[in-house]
């Protein structure tokens, strides 16, 4: 009612009375006494109902960004301790790649001497054995010779001398002194050589 009054009142007053000049421009003290009551009370009910919600939602805003903010910044920690855990696990796998390339190359070195140690062994053994061999085949060469050369230096010996060699140990005695000579001659005519 006092809203709908006021207009009235204005009404009323520009009738009745005549502006000029500044006075013009500047309302009239009543005007002026209720636009600040009505002022006073619209600032009273945003101070009390408006101002409160805008004052929730922009903590709430606040709250939110600073969560966020912390957010990041804590996830922004994380992701510089896993860079730092990852660069770790790294730097310790390359580590461990070097140790197992030298441990490759030792253990390699380590084979190849032993494969050499163990062909040298093998080596000798197959020269010894064929040495052994070879004598064995000598010795088995001599004995056979030793047993032709008799045969036939008794057979020989017999049909010189004219009497038969057919005692066994009078034949070993005639061919043992022959092939005794025959070694001699031998061994004399390599010693003349050298």
Do not use: C
């Not at 088995?140 to 038969?164: C, F, N, P």
Request: net charge negative.
């Amino acid at each position: 009612m006092i809203v709908a009054a006021l207009p009235a009142a204005s009404i009323q007053a520009a009738e009745t009375e005549t502006v000029e000049g500044w006075r013009l421009l500047v309302p009239a003290s009543y005007d002026l006494f209720w636009s600040f009551v009505v002022l006073v009370v619209i600032a009273a009910v945003f101070y009390k109902l408006v101002l409160p919600k805008f004052q929730a939602v922009l903590d709430e805003r606040t709250e939110k960004i600073e969560g966020g903010l912390a957010q990041a910044a804590h996830a922004q920690e994380e992701a510089a301790a896993a860079k730092a855990e990852y660069e770790q696990q790294l730097q310790d796998a390359r580590t461990e790649a070097a140790r197992i390339r030298e441990d490759a190359r030792t253990e390699a070195t380590a084979i190849v001497a032993e494969a050499r140690d163990k062909a040298t062994t093998e080596q000798a053994r197959i020269a010894e054995t064929a040495r052994a061999q070879i004598e064995a085949e000598r010795q088995q060469a001599s004995v056979q010779l030793r047993a032709d050369v008799g045969s036939l230096a008794t057979e020989l010996a017999s049909k010189i001398v004219g009497e038969s060699l057919a005692d066994e140990a009078r034949r070993s005695r005639v061919v043992e002194r022959f092939l005794d000579d025959l070694d001699a001659q031998t061994t004399a005519t390599a010693g003349k050589g050298n």
